[in-house]
């Protein structure tokens, strides 16, 4: 499907559990905290729910005018460390399913920003698309209870600027929206949800650019590429940690040898220091003997 006026596709990225489903959820329109009714499942444990992609296009109205939006809910990435062979063959279906483009890419962001996330964004920006992908890329602060507060807002982008990850991942978007999406039996929950709807579709709707993926088969070869490098980093440190492990025990058996060595010759001066006292006595009690029988003589 290609971008028309009136059809945006929005790809949602970010770590399991930082709200990616329930945030397709709230811009659906989808306002159901039973799984059955959700269109996209929210999960309640850290376990991702989604294994895949999963979109569907929704019908919305927005300032009196209707908008077909294509939601684009996918797999955790940086839950551990860098997006490995599963995360990337799965995320490199967007750029065959979506060559008519992307006109937003949110990526999802609770509390403080990890390394691993904010490495995972990177990879997926230069791996499976490329750099100008930050165009149409929003950093979305879920969790956020203060979004309607300007100063809270402000304070959280000036927080997110001191550390590494923060402005890592600031160089790689274009904006931050604050959002708040809280289960909908939270008191307020449903109109929480709607303001940052408001947010969120304005993002969406407003959005004129669109983001082409590259070719397929250029994809595959920048993934196996990038396997092959991280392959080659990860070999090096399990050898090198190999090597750490091996030295480790050879100090440790020269450490038991030399104590052993210590208890032998203890043992050892012990024994002749014993038979050096035995001797002594020995010679002592033979002398005391002589003198015994000459005193006989004598009387
Ligand atoms: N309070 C609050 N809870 C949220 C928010 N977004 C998601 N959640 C909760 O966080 C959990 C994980 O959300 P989910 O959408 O399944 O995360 P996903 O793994 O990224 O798809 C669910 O229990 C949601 O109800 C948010 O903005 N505020
Ligand atoms: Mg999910």
């Known amino acids: 499907m290609s971008e028309s006026q009136d059809h945006r596709t929005v790809l949602l990225l970010g770590r399991t559990g930082n709200g990616k489903s329930t945030c397709a959820n709230v811009i659906a329109g989808c306002d159901s905290d039973d799984p059955e009714q959700q269109l996209f499942r929210e999960s309640e444990t850290a376990v991702s729910e989604t294994k895949d992609i999963h979109e569907k296009t929704i019908r919305i109205e ?32 967007i750029c065959s399913k979506y060559k008519g483009g992307l006109s937003s890419v949110f990526f999802l962001v609770k509390g403080r920003m990890t390394k691993e996330e904010a490495d995972a964004l ?17 950093l979305i602060r879920t969790n956020f209870p203060g979004f309607m507060m300007p100063n809270k807002v402000s304070a959280d982008i000036a927080a997110l ?11 790689m978007v274009s904006n931050v929206i604050h959002i708040d999406n809280p289960p909908l039996i939270y ?9 940052s709807r408001e947010a969120l579709l304005a993002k969406i709707v407003l959005s004129e650019q669109v983001y082409k993926p590259p070719e397929i ?8 590429n990038y396997l092959e490098e991280t392959a080659t ?6 050898r090198m940690e190999a090597e750490r ?4 025990k050879e100090l440790e058996i020269a450490r038991k040898e030399a104590a052993a060595n210590e208890e032998r010759a203890r043992l050892a001066r012990e024994e ?14 033979i002398s005391h003997t002589h003198h015994s029988r000459s005193g006989c003589c004598i009387s």
């Open 122 to 138: 990177d990879i997926i920006c230069k791996v499976l698309f490329t750099p100008q992908i930050c165009t149409v890329t929003t």
């Open 62 to 93: 927005w300032r009196r005018q209707t908008y077909h939006v294509t939601i684009v809910d996918t797999i955790g990435i940086g839950d551990t460390a860098l997006p490995k062979e599963e995360v990337l063959k799965s995320l490199s279906t």
């Open 217 to 224: 088969a250029e994809v595959n070869k920048r993934i196996s």
């Open 233 to 238: 980093a990860e070999e090096k440190i399990a």
């Open 161 to 171: 600027e001191q550390d590494e990850p923060g402005r890592k991942v600031m160089s």
């Open 187 to 195: 008191p307020h929950g449903k109109e929480t949800r709607a303001q």
């Open 272 to 285: 002749a220091d014993r038979l050096r006292q035995e001797n002594a006595l020995r010679r002592q009690r």
């Open 245 to 248: 492990v091996k030295a480790q």
